[in-house]
């Protein structure tokens, strides 16, 4: 059941983003990868986090898709003709790619027997994010309160 | 006897999975989900054509005319004949939108809608899909919604729908912010983002008598008066119609919509409507909760859709009695005063936890809300505001 889900969810993941990498229409590609984005979250609900996949949902379909789109449709009147092909992306992803399967094959044995771990709740979540991890949620909370009051500076009227 | 009219809803569950008995677990499952499925888009779709044409009844006679009556017995076959109406008109797109994406901005926008009533506890084991984290689902479905108003904005290839769409996003982003802050305190106070045990922190009663419903502590009552106008803006209901103000920008991004796919969009709006009012009941008005003992043998659901209906008819007045607001008070609202006041019910919540949950943490709640609230107003100079609009770009 889970393994055909499985099947089923990657081919649809995969093709988003293939749709997304190609797509001559830049609004297209965008919305594509915001199919990725869901796929990707049901990847998460399949693996039983089901918090994360929310999350994952939240941030990125509703949030940062909406974001790509609109600086898209902010910034650029509808590019139609053919910027030629890329071989500098070509290498890169060469590169990368290449540096993926050689980190694979390296690795002895993926096969490691899984540790048996409790179904994982939003509350474990809660308290493990206000015990251990205080310190890194505080300083990511410092972070956005800054980006927040660098947005507001940025959008501020000049007194005159 | 009592029980049983409680629980005759599952009982036809469990009589129309039986004959599945012996089958795998995932057959189950599917099967299960299906009637929870075809249960949801029963009940919901009945609703939205009662409320449709309840609406425009409540409405009439608010403004003093009948309203539909030609169409049935006191014009209730009505919805059928708009449906009949709907489904029949000619589907027009226009020669230059963007085909797919404004062929799929309606069914996004639809299902969206329709899965965020799986996880709203309609009566006593009666949660369509009980998820852990229930609460949050209701918001990440909830969040897709501006996207799919993107795609009908942008696919339509017009200038209203665009500037439309923009208005309901900003409103939408706007006051998601408030939406979500207010749930905070209950998510707190009960310590669950499951909206079946919310409801069950919800029962009982005080002194024997008053219901444990959140409504009644400070911090509820603002968290739902809060949470009340921002699902109004949410729905995109009047005072807050501003993405469909017909006398500005036609239809918002419904413009170049027609026949069933406008259908679709305001079947959705409405959809949407139930599921945010369903949400206020469930954290806030005790859910499924009698309000008195005695009242206890009525069952479970029809306290649930007592209390929605009570709900969707302060929607209907509100938009008989309110005229729009404009585009900046509307922002002007949400960033200076909501957002405020919805950091002060969190904090106000907590106060009330640690003061003990009973009478003294309710007056020190209520002391926490009205200091930063007459703060609020004196800061904000409610008074002051009636000067000509200065334009900045526009002179």
């Not at chain 1, 590609?29 to 979250?41: D, E, K, P, T």
């Not at chain 2, 809608?113 to 006593?124: F, K, Q, S, W």
Request: some cysteine; charged content about 10%.
């Amino acid at each position: 059941m889970s393994s055909a889900a499985f099947v089923v969810i990657a081919i649809l993941t995969l093709a988003a983003a293939l749709a997304a990498a190609t797509l001559q229409k830049l609004m297209h590609a965008a919305l594509s990868f915001a199919l990725a984005f869901v796929g990707i979250a049901a990847f998460f609900f399949l693996l039983g986090a089901e918090f994360v996949g929310l999350v994952q949902v939240f941030v990125y379909i509703g949030a940062v898709a909406v974001l790509i789109v609109f600086t898209i449709l902010l910034t650029r009147r509808d590019v139609e003709k053919d910027r030629g092909f890329n071989w500098s992306g070509v290498v890169v992803a060469i590169a990368v790619f290449g540096g993926l399967i050689w980190a694979i094959l390296k690795t002895r044995s993926v096969s490691i027997a899984a540790p048996e771990i409790p179904a994982l709740t939003v509350e474990r979540i809660g308290q493990v994010l206000m015990t251990g991890y205080i310190w890194p949620l505080l300083c990511v909370g410092l972070l956005l309160t800054a980006a927040l009051i660098g947005a507001l500076i940025l959008v501020m009227e000049e007194k005159r | 006897m009592i029980g049983s009219l409680d629980q005759i809803f599952i009982r036809a569950k469990q009589l129309l999975l039986a004959p599945l008995g012996g089958a795998p677990d995932w057959v189950m499952q599917i099967a299960s989900s299906l009637i929870n499925i075809f249960a949801l888009l029963g009940v919901f779709l009945t609703l939205f054509a009662l409320i449709s044409v309840l609406e425009r009844k409540i409405l009439g006679r608010m403004q003093n005319r009948y309203g539909p009556n030609r169409v049935g017995p006191f014009g209730l076959f009505q919805p059928v004949a708009d449906g009949i109406k709907m489904l029949i008109k000619e589907d027009i797109v226009p020669t230059r939108a963007d085909k797919i994406v404004h062929f799929l901005a309606p069914i996004l926008i639809a299902a969206t809608a329709v899965l965020a009533l799986g996880v709203i506890p309609y009566g006593r084991n009666m949660t369509p899909f009980a998820i852990d984290s229930g609460i949050l689902f209701f918001f990440a479905v909830g969040s897709t919604t501006e996207l799919a108003v993107f795609m009908a904005g942008w696919g339509s290839n017009n200038k209203f729908s665009m500037l439309g769409a923009m208005r309901a996003i900003a409103q939408m982003i706007s006051y998601e912010l408030p939406l979500i802050i207010t749930v905070l305190p209950v998510v707190m106070v009960v310590g669950a983002l499951s909206p079946d045990r919310i409801v069950a922190a919800q029962g009982g009663y005080a002194f024997g008598f008053a219901p444990c419903w959140f409504v009644f502590t400070p911090w509820g009552a603002a968290a739902f008066i809060l949470f009340f106008v921002s699902g109004l803006v949410e729905s995109n209901r009047t005072p807050f119609d501003v993405p469909e103000g017909e006398s500005e920008i036609v239809a918002g991004h419904m413009t170049e919509y027609s026949g069933f796919k406008y259908a679709t969009f305001f079947m959705a709006e409405y959809i949407g409507m139930f599921a945010i009012s369903g949400l206020g009941i469930t954290l806030f008005l005790g859910g499924w909760h009698a309000p008195m003992r005695g009242l206890e043998f009525i069952p479970s659901y029809l306290w649930f859709f007592a209390k929605l209906s009570a709900l969707l008819f302060v929607y209907i007045w509100l938009r008989g009695t309110l005229p729009r607001t404009r585009v900046d008070q509307i922002m002007n609202f949400a960033w200076k005063f909501m957002l405020p006041m919805a950091f002060t019910c969190v904090i106000a919540a907590a106060v009330w936890h640690y003061a003990g949950r009973g009478f003294a943490g309710w007056l020190w709640s209520l002391g926490v809300i009205a200091v930063v609230y007459f703060i609020l107003s004196i800061f904000l100079e409610t008074r002051k505001k009636f000067a000509p609009r200065t334009y900045r770009f526009a002179e």
